[in-house]
C-alpha cells in the first residue's frame, strides 16, 4: 500500500514555548514503527527553531508560503532558496487563505510551485471551491482550473508535486467533506494528473478540511485520498497523533 502522508499546516499560530512543547508531544507519540510520512507547515519565524526541534527526526520541515520571485526588492518576502537554507521539504502553495485575504491568482500559486521545485522543494498544491460554487455545481471545473494552472507551469515535474483538495467550505468550519464526496474529487485530479503524467499515481492527493481524530480513518480509507493536510487539529497532539495513527 502506498505510504499515506499527513502534514500538519499551524496556520498563524504558535510560540517559542508553545512549539517546543508540541514537537516534543509529537515526536513523543509517534509509533516506533511508524509508517505515514509526517511533516508540520509552521509560520516563517519559526522555520529555524522547527528545523532545529525535528534534527535526526523522520517529520519533515514544512512551510505556508513560498515567494514566485527569487531574490531581490520583495518586501516581506521569502524565497524558495532560503526555506532550503532552513531545512524546509513541503512549501503550500495556493492555500484558500492565501487565495482569498491575499489576492493569489491561479497564475501566481503556479509560479510559487515552479519557484519551489526549482529548489528541491515539493510544493503541496491546495485547491478547493467555495460553497456557492459546490452550490453552482461548479466543482469539478474549479479544481481543474486550479490545477491546469499548476501542470501548464511546471510540466515535466508534475509527479513531484503533492496536490491537497481542501473545499473553502470545509476548512476551520467543523463541515468535512464525506469521503465519498471527497473521493469522487480525488478521482478527478487523479485523472487529470495521469493525463499530465505516466508517473501521476505517484503523486500524493491530500485531503484538507475538518479532519480530525474522529473522521480521519474513513477518509484516509478512499482509493484516492493518500493522506491529510490538517489545520486546527494539527496544533493539539494527541489530536494529530490520531491522525496519524489512522494512516498507518
Ligand atoms: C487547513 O487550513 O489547511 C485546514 C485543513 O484547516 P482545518 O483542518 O482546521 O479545517
Avoid at 9 to 29: D, F, R, V
Wanted: with cysteine; charged share 15%.
Amino acid at each position: 500500500m502506498k505510504q499515506k502522508l499527513i502534514v500538519g499546516n499551524w496556520k498563524m499560530n504558535g510560540s517559542l514555548a508553545a512549539n517546543a512543547a508540541l514537537l516534543q508531544a509529537i515526536k513523543q507519540g509517534l509509533p516506533a514503527d511508524n509508517k505515514a510520512g509526517v511533516a508540520v507547515a509552521a509560520p516563517a519565524a519559526y522555520l529555524a527553531q522547527v528545523q532545529a526541534e525535528l534534527a535526526g527526526s523522520a517529520i519533515g520541515v514544512g512551510a505556508q508560503d513560498v515567494s514566485q520571485h527569487e531574490q531581490g526588492a520583495f518586501t516581506g518576502e521569502v524565497s524558495a532558496a532560503m526555506l532550503k537554507e532552513f531545512g524546509v521539504r513541503y512549501v503550500l502553495v495556493g492555500h484558500s487563505e492565501r487565495r482569498q485575504y491575499h489576492g493569489e491568482s491561479d497564475a501566481v500559486v503556479a509560479a510559487k510551485a515552479q519557484a519551489a521545485l526549482s529548489k528541491g522543494i515539493t510544493p503541496i498544491v491546495c485547491v478547493g471551491e467555495t460553497l456557492a460554487e459546490r452550490e453552482a455545481g461548479q466543482t469539478e471545473a474549479v479544481v481543474k482550473r486550479q490545477l491546469a494552472a499548476v501542470i501548464h507551469q511546471v510540466g515535466h515535474c508534475v509527479s513531484e508535486l503533492v496536490v491537497a483538495y481542501e473545499p473553502v467550505w470545509a476548512i476551520g468550519t467543523g463541515k468535512t467533506a464525506t469521503p465519498e464526496q471527497a473521493q469522487q474529487v480525488h478521482a478527478v485530479l487523479r485523472a487529470q494528473l495521469a493525463a499530465a503524467s505516466a508517473q501521476a499515481d505517484r503523486v500524493p492527493l491530500l485531503y484538507g478540511g475538518s479532519m480530525n481524530a474522529a473522521n480521519a480513518a474513513q477518509l484516509l480509507a478512499q482509493p484516492d485520498i493518500d493522506g491529510g493536510l490538517i489545520g486546527g487539529a494539527a496544533l493539539k497532539a494527541p489530536d494529530f497523533l490520531a491522525i496519524v495513527a489512522a494512516a498507518q
